[in-house]
């Protein structure tokens, strides 16, 4: 019961810190791997404490906590790379440059999301919707 759960996470982890190196190739900005990991670690104790809150809310209320949930991680990770990351002349990121990071990768995992979700929802109605 527990190694899916386990799986999950390292799954999670690898493809924040690999979309967070991502986003900061496509800026020519420079974050290290370590630094995408530590991070992409205390985003998910995050996520799961607000999940743990939220878990028996209307839904109203668990999106609102998620919406304010994903603006403080943006809000974080811009601290958190501000002394960590370094732009394309090596000076270091400052608060903009952080939050210019966190926004780009937040942006593109929901991109992935949707062109992943879309896609699984249209097959599945047209394949497993009854016959009329």
């Known amino acids: 019961m527990i190694i899916p759960w ?4 390292a799954v999670g982890l690898i493809t924040y810190a690999g979309f967070l190196k991502l986003a900061a190739r496509l800026l020519r900005y ?13 985003m998910l104790v995050l996520v799961i404490f607000e999940h743990v809150l939220v878990f028996s809310e209307p839904l109203a209320t668990r999106i609102r906590h998620g919406v304010l949930l994903l603006l403080g991680l943006v809000i974080l990770g811009g601290w958190f790379f ?5 732009n394309r002349h090596g000076a270091v990121l400052g608060w903009s440059g952080g939050i210019r990071l966190m ?6 995992m929901i991109v992935a999301a ?11 109605s047209n394949h497993l ?4």
């Open 129 to 132: 919707s009854p016959a009329p």
């Open 6 to 9: 386990l799986i999950f996470m």
């Open 103 to 108: 926004a780009l990768a937040f942006a593109m």
């Open 114 to 124: 949707f062109a992943i979700v879309i896609p699984v929802q249209v097959f599945l």
């Open 82 to 86: 501000s002394g960590r990351g370094t």
């Open 30 to 42: 420079s974050a290290s791997w370590r630094a995408s990991f530590l991070f992409a670690g205390i």
